[in-house]
């Protein structure tokens, strides 16, 4: 028998109803019911009125913040080579930075300032990319359980393309190493998954591909990985897969790019086609939105104005360390500033991003990834950031949606006085 947990929860609340439309109800409750909330109301119904309430007060409570793209390997380096663009960045500093975790000593360490930046921010749920050595994506996941956030971890793949200490040595131990990751989560986690990763088309051979097609039907997994995020980069998947028509199209023919039996996630999308776009429509695919990283590595703007007027699954990734900073905050604002220089510079007729989009793309837009998740409607889980934002709203007391912007662009961990994940507090 399932002993019942009730609470509410009062404050100032604001979650995203679709993707035009925040709803603020002010000094309103929200119910919660074991891991579940039960809605939001202006006053308690008489049903719940002896369920015991936290009053935060003036505070705003939102939906926990999801990060649909973050690589926790490259959490060490952040702020470095930003000079340069994606291939040669990778090949200078991500890839020498990711074989380091071979030592489980070094991963320890690297990996504890990663999970404790995750448990102090908004962040609530997150993809998360590790690396090719499995006893340290096994600490990845641990360190995250106990963060408290609800994660999707993948052991990275791949076995070309690749330097010394990363490129497996073949398909089929790549795809075996694979299988015993999966087989040693079973069991272990209550929020940590394994979600297949393939990192991108470059560095995965063929025979690997059709395996991990093979994988992720055997174990029913979603999957993480890359979409023409940089020119060079789909020149060099049309030289790889001459038997494709588009880089979305060569993960199709494998099996991994969404459909009926496939949860999938690509991150960047800055340089589609239109073909890649309905093809992403149609199968379902999620766009991962990473502004920050395309800024600082030179790749371009994602026209993310056309995806969601095309009603495609898009959220937010902050793309660590091709992004600078974790913050799901600043990767909202980052979308809504990089769209003003789409419109401007690219496309007149693709109007900028507004702050409720911004917002829905962090919140319900990537939480739709992991289910239902990411708004405070009946059924949801119930995922919660408590923002204190007397120190950021000035003394013109502005209303709710000036707050929430502004606590979009200028909040950070020392807002954050709570945190609720899958109903239980935590971290904050």
């Known amino acids: 028998?399932?002993?019942?947990?009730?609470?509410?929860?009062?404050?100032?609340?604001?979650?995203?109803?679709?993707?035009?439309?925040?709803?603020?109800?002010?000094?309103?409750?929200?119910?919660?019911?074991?891991?579940?909330?039960?809605?939001?109301?202006?006053?308690?119904?008489?049903?719940?009125?002896?369920?015991?309430?936290?009053?935060?007060?003036?505070?705003?409570?939102?939906?926990?913040?999801?990060?649909?793209?973050?690589?926790?390997?490259?959490?060490?380096?952040?702020?470095t080579g930003m000079d340069l663009e994606l291939l040669d960045w990778l090949n200078t500093y991500t890839f020498p930075e990711e074989a380091r975790y071979g030592d489980l000593e070094y991963a320890e360490l690297a990996y504890s300032l990663f999970a404790d930046d995750l448990s102090k921010g908004a962040t609530t749920r997150a993809v998360?990319?590790?690396?090719?050595?499995?006893?340290?994506?096994?600490?990845?996941?641990?360190?995250?359980?106990?963060?408290?956030?609800?994660?999707l971890v993948g052991k990275v793949n791949m076995d070309r393309s690749s330097p010394a200490g990363l490129q497996e040595e073949s398909a089929e131990r790549?795809?075996?190493?694979?299988?015993?990751?999966?087989?040693?989560?079973?069991?272990?986690?209550?929020?940590?998954?394994?979600?297949?990763t393939p990192r991108f088309i470059p560095s995965c051979s063929d025979d690997l591909m059709r395996?991990?097609?093979?994988?992720?039907?055997?174990?029913?997994?979603?999957?993480?990985?890359?979409?023409?995020?940089?020119?060079?980069?789909?020149?060099?998947?049309?030289?790889?897969?001459?038997?494709?028509?588009?880089?979305?199209?060569?993960y199709a023919q494998f099996g991994m790019f969404g459909g009926e039996n496939v949860n999938a996630v690509m991150a960047h999308c800055v340089w589609p086609t239109s073909g890649e776009i309905e093809l992403i429509r149609k199968n379902g695919v999620y766009v991962a939105h990473c502004p920050q990283s395309n800024m600082n590595l030179a790749s371009g703007i994602a026209p993310v104005r056309k995806f969601l007027e095309k009603n495609l699954n898009v959220g937010l990734g902050s793309d660590v360390a091709g992004g600078s900073s974790a913050s799901?905050?600043?990767?909202?604002?980052?979308?809504?500033?990089?769209?003003?220089?789409?419109?401007?510079?690219?496309?007149?007729?693709?109007?900028?991003?507004?702050?409720?989009?911004?917002?829905?793309?962090?919140?319900?837009?990537?939480?739709?990834?992991?289910?239902?998740?990411?708004?405070?409607?009946?059924g949801f889980e119930f995922d919660a950031v408590i923002i204190d934002d007397g120190s950021i709203i000035g003394p013109a007391k502005p209303n709710i949606h000036d707050r929430l912007s502004k606590v979009i662009y200028l909040s950070d961990d020392r807002n954050?006085?709570?945190?609720?994940?899958?109903?239980?507090?935590?971290?904050?």
Not at 130 to 143: F, Q
Not at 175 to 192: P, Y
Not at 224 to 232: D, I, Y
């Open 211 to 250: 395996r991990l097609g093979d994988i992720q039907k055997a174990f029913k997994l979603p999957l993480q990985s890359h979409l023409s995020e940089n020119q060079s980069e789909i020149e060099w998947v049309s030289e790889l897969c001459p038997w494709s028509m588009s880089y979305g199209d060569a």
């Open 174 to 196: 790549s795809a075996n190493d694979t299988i015993g990751w999966l087989h040693s989560c079973v069991g272990k986690f209550k929020n940590t998954s394994p979600i297949l």
């Open 128 to 151: 998360v990319f590790a690396t090719v050595h499995v006893p340290a994506t096994m600490l990845l996941m641990e360190k995250l359980e106990r963060s408290g956030i609800v994660s």
């Open 328 to 378: 799901v905050f600043r990767a909202m604002s980052d979308s809504i500033q990089v769209s003003k220089l789409y419109w401007r510079l690219v496309d007149g007729d693709s109007a900028p991003l507004t702050v409720e989009e911004a917002f829905y793309l962090g919140t319900l837009g990537g939480g739709r990834f992991f289910g239902k998740a990411g708004s405070f409607d009946d």
């Open 1 to 79: 028998m399932i002993m019942q947990n009730i609470y509410a929860l009062k404050g100032n609340i604001c979650y995203s109803k679709d993707q035009k439309t925040i709803e603020a109800v002010e000094n309103g409750y929200v119910v919660v019911e074991n891991e579940t909330s039960r809605g939001v109301f202006r006053t308690l119904p008489e049903k719940w009125a002896n369920a015991p309430v936290t009053d935060y007060g003036d505070k705003l409570i939102i939906p926990g913040l999801v990060d649909l793209h973050i690589h926790a390997p490259q959490y060490a380096f952040r702020g």
């Open 416 to 428: 954050i006085i709570a945190k609720y994940v899958r109903g239980e507090i935590c971290g904050g």
